[in-house]
């Protein structure tokens, strides 16, 4: 599946670059937050009381072992 926006090499990206369709991970939202409850997917880091973020390593980790949507 093409990605629309790249994943940068480093740093923290948001929600909207993670998931479908401008991220590599098609899953919706609530199944993105039931996944991080779980520790099925990445914890995330706030950065501010409206912002956060995870870190790109942990997501692109993600991608290379697969996205179970199970």
Known sequence: MPQNTPLPAT???RLASILAP??????SRSTWWAGVRAGKF???MKLGPRTTVWRVEDIRALIEGGVDDR
Request: net charge neutral; aromatic share 8%.
């Open 11 to 13: 740093g923290f990206v």
């Open 22 to 27: 401008h991220g590599p991970i098609p899953v």
């Open 42 to 44: 990445p914890p995330s």
